[in-house]
């Protein structure tokens, strides 16, 4: 960063115009540095009229998602964002999409 400003948009998105964003999903762990970042970036994002989603996990630090599959808080917060984008994305829930393929 230099001397750049650390409020230029361009440095720091918590800084952006964010209005027009799409959707925004945000997962932190409660005990990262970032944590605070995230809910002001949730609330700036909300503010902007940003349909927003934050999930903060007790007890996990930055990038716990990388654990999937040997820690239970990494497999939940993956489930909650495919639970979140499906739709989204135009895609079935996974529970029709299992029922879709026994019938």
């Keep these: ?4 400003d650390r409020r230029d948009p ?9 209005s027009g964003f799409p959707p925004v999903f945000l ?12 809910r002001m970036f949730a609330e ?4 902007a009229g940003v349909e927003t989603r934050l999930d903060v996990f007790d ?3 930055h990038s716990f998602q990388m654990m999937a599959g040997r820690a239970p808080e990494a497999d939940d917060a993956i ?13 079935p829930a ?5 029922s879709e393929r026994a019938a």
């Design 59 to 61: 007890g996990m630090l």
């Design 10 to 18: 361009e440095v720091s998105a918590l800084y952006a115009d964010l």
């Design 44 to 47: 700036r994002a909300r503010q």
């Design 79 to 91: 489930a909650r964002f495919a639970t979140w984008v499906r739709p989204r994305l135009g895609l």
């Design 27 to 38: 997962q932190a762990g409660a005990d990262e540095t970032l944590v605070d970042e995230s």
């Design 1 to 4: 960063m230099g001397d750049a």
């Design 94 to 98: 996974a529970d029709e999409k299992t």
